[in-house]
T-cell receptor, first 112, second 111 residues
Framework: DVKVTQSSRYLVKRTGEKVFLECVQD?????MFWYRQDPGLGLRLIYF???????EKGDIPEGYSVSREKKERFSLILESASTNQTSMYLC???????????FGDGTRLSIL | KQEVTQIPAALSVPEGENLVLNCSFT??????LQWFRQDPGKGLTSLLL?????REQTSGRLNASLDKSSGRSTLYIAASQPGDSATYLC??????????FGTGTRLKVLA
């Protein structure tokens, strides 16, 4: 079974802090994704990566950056956290564009 | 712009009932469609993926159908159980890597 592991289930940070969310997958998948999920808005794509060191902006990249130094790891960085970034963050991976996405358990991030 | 709609937003049924969840999309040019289940406070679990060339996929008590021309997919759950209670989301893949999610149907199966 594919396993996508997010480093924290719950995280509380302060406004202005630099925040790192980590995601690791164990199935050698090429593609990795970061989403945020908010009530009434559904899942929205922040960034995705189709190879090591490659990244593409999703629908809402403002205020975020990503890093993919190794194939199995995809990090989401909040450069200067703000309260409107309080959300559920979900990481996913897939083998290719026509293959199913597999999700981690999510990180519920609160910015105070 | 692709839009994905799931109606109803919430549904309660007695245990044992067969039920259908709906997913509609506006642009029929899709690569595939995937159904997920999400338990409260958790990530998404992949249930079924239907390629654009397929009409349906089955896994156990679940059957998903796809009608691209009408922009619709349905998820059929047979003999529902309380353990099926969750939010069900569909996502269409339009363009490489581009997953567009619906906002989900929250299902409650009453014992």
């Amino acid at each position: 079974d594919v396993k996508v592991t997010q480093s924290s289930r719950y995280l509380v940070k302060r406004t202005g802090e630099k925040v790192f969310l980590e995601c690791v997958q164990d199935m050698d998948h090429e593609n990795m994704f970061w989403y945020r999920q908010d009530p009434g808005l559904g899942l929205r794509l922040i960034y995705f990566s189709y190879d090591v060191k490659m990244k593409e902006k999703g629908d809402i990249p403002e205020g975020y950056s990503v890093s993919r130094e190794k194939k199995e790891r995809f990090s989401l960085i909040l450069e200067s956290a703000s309260t409107n970034q309080t959300s559920m963050y979900l990481c996913a991976s897939s083998r290719g564009g026509n293959q199913p996405q597999h999700f981690g358990d999510g990180t519920r991030l609160s910015i105070l | 712009k692709q839009e994905v709609t799931q109606i109803p937003a919430a549904l309660s049924v007695p245990e044992g009932e067969n039920l259908v969840l709906n997913c509609s999309f506006t642009d029929s040019a899709i690569y595939n469609l995937q159904w997920f289940r999400q338990d409260p406070g958790k990530g998404l679990t992949s249930l079924l993926l239907i390629q654009s060339s397929q009409r349906e996929q089955t896994s156990g008590r679940l059957n998903a159908s796809l009608d691209k021309s009408s922009g619709r997919s349905t998820l059929y759950i047979a003999a529902s159980q309380p353990g099926d209670s969750a939010t069900y989301l569909c996502a269409v893949v339009s363009g490489t890597y581009k997953y567009i999610f619906g906002t989900g149907t929250r299902l409650k199966v009453l014992a």
